[in-house]
């Protein structure tokens, strides 16, 4: 079993309409042209008035190495909860989608992406998910984040120094999203007034551990990281496919291999800080398909630990003074027990009874 990069020698110049939707309850439906799996989390928590609200994300992006960072899962966003009235339990939920090695030529309708292969740059789309009276989860909202001085996507960089600005106006015409790098000066910005369902606001005032998406799976905050892994990359064959723990060939899973990780450098999460200044209390991580229990639903208990049966995990970087994803980067002080920081089964309660979503799991570290 091979851990060597997913994808050959020439890449495939494009990949079309790939959609990956966000996890909800069991009893909702992906739309026909997406699919979905696995989104590890991490949360910052705060109790502060509009914490959730007004927020800012400190992202450090990774680089690739001698294998690609979109091999072991082919996005990974900024997320929260919004109010819609058009969707169940009238939510819906916004992802910034970033995407590796690739430069976005369109951010379909669908909630999906376009994009061309550009070794160590990135690009966004930000679809908004909602559900519908039949049970479906499409699209609410979907658009490209573009260069203020361009108009054309906003390309980023590998190791780029990004910041992610999330907050309202009084004009009360969606959440706005400001994007600046602050390795090259440049920003891009997104208004999420959707044409069908309106302006789309903040569903929550606080960062607060239950304030969580009413048909999502887990019991988190309103905003949120997530690495998506169970998918290949984007420019496989075929691109962003849905694959499971132990699927070593026929597409390799490279999300459950924690060795592929650790061939390029991680993505960083800085910090993250409400408002003008006021910083998380405390961080919590939580899987929406148990963690261990899913790689071992696959792989069996007795193989964990072996070629793609390993689960990727959040740790701390002291040297970096950053959150990683993945495994223990060269600089890692505290990983919270690898995959053991993730509930196994869904103890917490929701809109749809008890013991219907994995509680979150709370974790200290001294973070900007």
Known sequence: ?????????????????????????????????????????????????????????????????????????????????????????????????????????????????????????????????????????????????????????????????????????????????????ATTGRDGSIVLNSADDGPLMPAYDKQQIGNALGWGIVNDTPNSFVWEIGHTGNFTDPPGDFCLPGSATNPPCYSYNVPSWLKFSPLQIKGVVFGLSTKPSEWAVVSDYGGRAEVDQYCGASNYGTPFCTYPWYAFNGRDQAFTYGGDYPGTTRDFGKVNQFQQTTNCGGPFGADSTYCVTPIHADVP
């Not at 169940?88 to 292969?117: I, K, M, R, W």
């Not at 966004?124 to 989860?137: I, Q, R, T």
Request: charged fraction near 20%.
């Open 1 to 181: 079993m091979s851990s060597h990069p997913a994808r050959p020698t020439l890449p495939p110049a494009y990949s079309e309409g790939v959609c990956i939707g966000h996890k909800p309850l069991n009893f909702v439906h992906y739309y026909s042209t997406c699919t979905g799996h696995d989104e590890p989390e991490l949360d910052p928590v705060s109790n502060a008035p509009g914490s959730a609200r007004d927020l800012t994300w400190i992202l450090k992006l990774p680089t690739d190495g001698s294998i690609d960072v979109d091999a072991v899962g082919p996005t990974f966003w900024t997320g929260r909860t919004v109010s819609d009235s058009n969707s169940l339990l009238g939510q819906a939920f916004l992802e910034l989608q970033f995407y590796p090695n690739s430069h976005v030529e369109d951010c379909t309708p669908d909630g999906g992406y376009d994009v061309t292969y550009a070794r160590n740059d990135y690009s966004a789309c930000s679809p908004v998910w909602k559900v519908d009276s039949n049970f479906d989860e499409v699209a609410a909202f979907n658009a490209m984040l573009r260069d203020r001085r361009t108009g054309k996507a906003m390309i980023m960089h590998a190791g780029d120094l990004i910041a992610i600005h999330q907050f309202v106006t009084p004009a009360k015409d969606g959440m706005h999203i400001f994007v600046f790098d």
